[in-house]
């Protein structure tokens, strides 16, 4: 399939206008890579990956994207309109329509879903031939960058511990919204930009149950998650903070103190190394683990403390109860979330000033 012969045939029946996604009235957070080569595309696939743009002189919009069933929130003017769920391949997403036309109308789109369902690729906007798009929002000042496992991708956040029927074990996608986890919770209180680094399974030093590979620390410098093709621009967006939750993957890893501790050690010093400025580090621990990895996550900033480093402990353990804030295989729902955000906040108010 030649995809512009596609997108022209579409417009002409349409009558719409794609609005590439190399536009610069097309604002993303999280890590995108932009495809010069292949029709002004952008691939991403970490969770939490948002684009949005500004409009008016169009009674609906569309996305167009290749897509390999990833699920998405739609939040216009504010409200969260639609869910979107894609299907394999190239297709076009009706994501509102019957809008005022003479209204300037703000779309936003989040990836609710992880890294390991595949590379996204996006196209653009479709929006009437007589629609204008508008510059973009000013830009949130703070920015912070989070660094975890299935917790900070929000695995199981739709679900209820005491409802199996929420928990669905053939499509695990369908509990999953990462715009509800503790994250994107954390940053739109504090009214700051982010960035999300994060897969189910993966520890710092060992990952979950006996999976061998590639461990946190190695996707981290990546654009693509699932694509080895590149590292991130470090210069493009360098956070003020840095919140990292892992060790519950090294725990269920049988990680030993030692090789847990000096590898946090090195992990919080390539990163720091990685950008401009020296970000505030918050290490958090829980809340599906307890002693003996918090012990060892509240020695990991002490040593940080001690070589130079803005490091703080934050104790997500004990703040949950059974069931109410518990989701799918033992994770937070979105009410645990909500309790590990409000505890997260209150460090970061603290030591960020903000």
Request: proline residues 3%; glycine residues 8%; hydrophobic residues 40%.
């Amino acid at each position: 399939m030649i995809r512009s012969v596609v997108l022209l045939a579409f417009i002409a029946l349409s009558a719409a206008v794609l609005v590439p996604a190399n536009d610069p009235h097309i604002r993303y957070e999280g890590r995108v890579q932009f495809e010069a080569k292949k029709n002004r595309t952008v691939e991403f696939d970490w969770s939490g990956v948002t684009i949005s743009f500004r409009f008016s002189g169009s009674s609906f919009v569309r996305a167009v994207l290749e897509d390999v069933g990833n699920i998405y929130n739609v939040i216009l003017n504010g409200d969260r309109v639609h869910v979107l769920n894609t299907t394999t391949g190239d297709n076009e997403y009706t994501l509102a329509t019957g809008l005022k036309e003479d209204k300037v109308h703000h779309l936003l789109i989040t990836k609710r879903t992880e890294a390991r369902y595949g590379v996204v690729r996006f196209y653009g906007f479709e929006i009437d031939d007589n629609g204008k798009v508008h510059d973009r929002a000013t830009t949130r000042g703070r920015r912070i960058q989070f660094i975890g496992d299935s917790i900070t991708c929000g695995y199981g956040d739709l679900g209820n511990a005491s409802e199996p029927a929420t928990c669905p074990e053939d499509d695990k996608a369908l509990t999953e919204d990462n715009w509800i986890s503790w994250g994107p919770l954390i940053s739109d209180y504090l009214l700051a930009a982010y960035e999300i680094v994060a897969w189910s399974g993966k520890g710092l030093v060992k990952n979950c149950c006996g999976e061998k590979g590639l461990v946190m620390p190695d996707y981290w410098n990546r654009t693509l998650a699932t694509v080895n093709a590149g590292d991130w621009n470090f210069t493009s967006w360098v956070p003020d903070a840095v919140v990292i939750n892992l060790g519950t993957n090294d725990y269920n890893g049988n990680a030993t103190e030692s090789d847990f501790e000096h590898g946090y050690v090195e992990f919080v010093k390539t990163i720091n190394e990685s950008y401009s400025t020296d970000p505030t580090f918050f290490l958090a621990c829980g809340p599906m683990i307890d002693l003996p990895f918090c012990d060892y996550v509240s020695s990991v900033v002490n040593n940080l403390t001690e070589i130079g480093f803005n490091a703080h402990f934050v104790n997500l353990t004990d703040i949950l109860d059974y069931p109410q804030d518990f989701g799918c295989a033992s994770h937070p729902n979105a009410q645990g979330h909500q309790l590990m955000a409000r505890e997260t906040i209150i460090s970061l108010r603290k030591y960020m000033g903000w």
